[in-house]
């Protein structure tokens, strides 16, 4: 007998044969699609780089697979090389490129492709293209003369393409080489190894070159580099570069980390130096070149760039006294000389560089201690660092104002003003030194000069030197109250100071003036005069024309 009513099985298998036949109908229309068009994407790819370069470019490659299903083609072992005689052929009539690209890949990773848009709508529309293993060689040619009418990349593409699109295009583990031949026919020749590659929304189409918001039909470029590390040309130090990225929408340059280590301890520096010279310890954090110029850093190897700024680090560095000094002079090495002589022609505008730790030690000959100076928290803003003639020309003077903790207590404020290409290497230093307990200065008053600060509050320190590099002179002003000292002797065996205890006293009642100004008495301001060591730094002569005011300030001038 039939029943009425809702048979629920049948309708159950009406589903499932009709959802099978319509599982079945997309695989094999998946199956044909991927074998149809797997076929058509081989024979196109490589004529379409045959077509868009005037058959310049060929392109080879072992392996292609197109998955319709997950929207993903994966190429492998891809190489793109130039055909010589046909490049040979557009010399000659000159229509050549001033570009010669060879590239080999590991292999490539379209993800996120839509099929029916590229082959329907000749639109290559993917959400993501990772390239592997990706070996770059461009030679570039300013010799190279080409009278044919530019064209953009949308007007190369644009017969057999509407539009190019991918979300995000990552090259990975990038050797990158760049050979630049000038109009000269001297070359410059870059090598950098390991990049990685990051390009966000790029898009070729007829509206995307003249997107204000896009770079290059991109959104973004991202250049970044792996750790690198090198030694100086002495050999004494390796130079470790960390964290590098160039952001190409920004024309910055972005570096983690500087850092200037010793190849060696310091006795075994001192071995290998034989010499005094200066043993250096730096590290600089967060390091950003703003509006660097690439074109001029890769085909010129010049250095321009707006603004440069460092947001922390520290700088140590030592000196043995005790070792005989080197041979010959320091006569040309101040710092705007120095830059004058640098191969690289360089450009800043404004440096800038944030919380700076800058310490100097000093192995005495006389005690063999060390003592020490130090700047914490050092803020510095340079303007006008340049060796270019025409820049200099313009505008000769490049400054240094720095403020900073001296010694833990005292507040320092000083300007450095150089004057650029001048033989006799002309400078003025001014600056001013607030609030400090004179106590703070024994760690290297003790060492170095064998007296010791037992009272003395300094109100104020200014100063005004002028110079160049034979001589220094200025003006030393010292606001003190209860000056005391102590003169020391060291034990045999130079491990300690005793005081001097009659001799301390004749210094402090006879020598030493205990303030200034005293009671009813004129402020003392020390004009001074100091003739250079020429085998010592610049540093030198400041610090001893400055310290050689103080002196004459306090009474102990003949001292």
């Given at each position: 007998m039939a029943k009425n009513g809702f048979n629920i099985g049948k309708l159950l298998k009406i589903v499932f044969i009709t959802f099978g036949s319509l599982m079945l109908l997309v695989l094999v229309t998946g199956w044909y699609l991927n074998r149809h068009w797997n076929k058509l994407l081989k024979r196109e790819l490589p004529g379409y780089v045959t077509d868009l370069s005037d058959s310049l470019y060929t392109v080879k490659f072992k392996g292609?697979?197109?998955d319709v299903l997950s929207g993903s083609v994966t190429v492998e072992k891809v190489v793109m090389v130039a055909d010589t005689m046909i490049y040979q052929r557009l010399l000659r009539e000159q229509r050549a490129p001033s570009e010669v690209y060879t590239i080999s890949v590991d292999k490539l990773e379209l993800k996120y492709f839509k099929p029916w848009r590229y082959f329907m709508g000749k639109e290559l529309n993917a959400g993501s293209l990772t390239v592997t293993g990706p070996s770059i060689i461009m030679e570039q040619n300013a010799t190279v003369k080409d009278t044919s009418k530019p064209q953009t990349a949308y007007q190369h593409i644009s017969a057999k393409m509407k539009s190019i699109f991918i979300g995000t295009l990552v090259l990975d583990?990038?050797?990158?080489?760049?050979?630049?031949?000038?109009?000269?026919?001297?070359?410059?020749?870059?090598?950098?190894?390991?990049?990685?590659?990051?390009?966000?929304?790029?898009?070729?189409?007829?509206?995307?070159?003249?997107?204000p918001t896009r770079f290059l039909y991109a959104r973004n470029y991202e250049i970044g580099m792996r750790d690198y590390m090198n030694r100086t040309r002495d050999s004494l130090y390796w130079l470790n570069v960390r964290g590098i990225?160039?952001?190409?929408?920004?024309?910055?340059?972005?570096?983690?980390?500087?850092?200037?280590?010793p190849r060696y301890d310091k006795e075994a520096f001192?071995?290998?130096?034989?010499?005094?010279?200066?043993?250096?310890?730096?590290?600089?954090?967060?390091?950003?070149?703003?509006?660097?110029n690439?074109?001029?850093?890769?085909?010129?190897?010049?250095?321009?760039?707006?603004?440069?700024?460092?947001?922390?680090?520290?700088?140590?560095?030592?000196?043995?006294?005790m070792l005989p000094m080197p041979p010959g002079n320091k006569l040309g090495q101040y710092p705007h000389q120095l830059l004058s002589q640098l191969r690289v022609p360089l450009s800043i505008d404004t440096l800038t560089c944030n919380n700076i730790n800058i310490e100097y030690k000093e192995l005495s000959p006389v005690t063999a201690q060390t003592g020490h100076i130090n700047f914490s928290h050092v803020h510095g803003l340079?303007?006008?660092?340049?060796?270019i003639d025409s820049l200099v020309a313009k505008n000769n003077r490049m400054t240094?104002?720095?403020?900073?903790?001296?010694?833990?207590?005292?507040?320092?404020?000083?300007?450095?003003?150089?004057?650029?290409?001048?033989?006799?290497?002309?400078?003025g230093v001014s600056g001013l030194l607030n609030d400090m307990n004179g106590k703070d200065l024994n760690v290297v008053t003790k060492p170095l000069g064998k007296v010791e600060i037992r009272s003395c509050d300094i109100k104020e320190l200014t100063f005004n030197i002028k110079g160049d590099e034979r001589k220094a002179a200025g003006h030393i002003k010292l606001l003190y109250q209860n000056l005391k000292i102590a003169v020391l002797k060291q034990d045999d065996d130079h491990k300690g100071f005793k005081r001097k205890g009659l001799v301390s006293l004749l210094a402090n009642s006879l020598v030493i003036k205990d303030s200034n100004p005293l009671r009813d008495e004129k402020v003392r301001i020390a004009t001074v005069a100091y003739e250079r060591d020429i085998r010592k730094s610049y540093f030198n002569l400041v610090w001893k024309t400055l310290f050689k005011g103080v002196k004459d300030v306090v009474g102990a001038g003949n001292l």
């Open positions: 292609l697979r197109l583990s990038t050797n990158f080489k760049y050979i630049f031949t000038r109009k000269d026919s001297s070359h410059v020749l870059h090598e950098f190894h390991n990049l990685s590659v990051h390009i966000n929304d790029f898009l070729i189409d007829s509206l995307a070159l003249n997107d990225r160039y952001d190409a929408a920004q024309r910055t340059l972005h570096l983690g980390r500087f850092e200037v280590q001192q071995k290998k130096t034989g010499v005094q010279q200066d043993r250096y310890v730096m590290v600089l954090n967060d390091i950003s070149l703003h509006h660097l690439p074109r001029l850093l890769l085909q010129e190897q010049q250095i321009w760039t707006q603004r440069v700024e460092i947001q922390g680090g520290s700088i140590e560095i030592y000196r043995n006294r340079f303007r006008n660092i340049t060796n240094a104002n720095f403020d900073a903790v001296f010694m833990q207590s005292g507040k320092l404020t000083a300007r450095f003003d150089f004057t650029l290409n001048d033989k006799a290497g002309r400078f």
